[in-house]
């Protein structure tokens, strides 16, 4: 009398994660799930316990690629990763570099000065002074490291112009005004001035 043979039993029955049950990875799209599940019920439907795992982990995977589809996750670091490695970004870092922590302790001191004199010395002609003499620096500044006199002319006063344009525009539309008395917004917009011709005579190569 032939022994009766006893059902396959699935060997990943208990696993937890519905992927690595069937055996695929999350990647796996519609047609390899529902591939790797009429294999796995072929294989092991004799046994029942064996057929719901398979089905549960079948049915999880495809909820949660429905789900998904209708709820796209956005990958921040695919996203950054595309904005920095634009040409327009990489043409404006290639303009940038970093110098001698010498520099950057002397020119941030400049700036520092120039902003505390700003702030605590006010007139009522405004910080025209100040302004002057940071133009001056930035010039200086940028000559001190490029041994150019024609590019820090070029790079110190277009630095300035979009260094005031910039900060006017902040004041005006986007920041509230910070320091009280009739010249603020003159005040604020040279130390956003400053900030920006410190980065420039800086770091601008």
Do not use: C
Request: hydrophobic share 45%; aromatic share 10%.
């Amino acid at each position: 009398m032939p022994t009766k043979r006893h059902p396959a039993i699935f060997p990943r029955i208990n696993i937890r994660d519905p992927y690595k049950r069937l055996g695929i990875s999350r990647e796996a799209s519609e047609d390899e799930i529902q591939a790797a599940r009429n294999f796995l019920i072929q294989r092991y439907g004799g046994h029942k316990p064996s057929v719901d795992a398979i089905e549960s982990a079948h049915d999880k995977i495809i909820m949660q690629k429905f789900y998904e589809r209708k709820n796209p996750k956005v990958d921040i670091k695919k996203k950054v990763r595309a904005v920095t490695q634009s040409p327009i970004v990489l043409a404006v870092t290639s303009r940038f570099r970093i110098p001698s922590t010498r520099v950057i302790i002397k020119t941030s001191a400049a700036f520092i000065v120039l902003g505390v004199l700003t702030v605590l010395f006010p007139t009522e002609e405004g910080p025209t002074l100040q302004v002057a003499i940071s133009l001056m620096a930035s010039m200086y500044f940028i000559y001190d490291r490029l041994k150019s006199k024609l590019r820090a002319l070029l790079y110190g006063i277009g630095a300035f112009i979009l260094s005031w344009l910039f900060g006017t525009f902040l004041m005006v539309s986007v920041i509230p005004p910070i320091f009280k008395g009739p010249r603020s917004l003159e005040v604020t917009t040279s130390l956003i001035t400053y900030v920006l011709l410190w980065i420039s005579s800086t770091y601008l190569k």
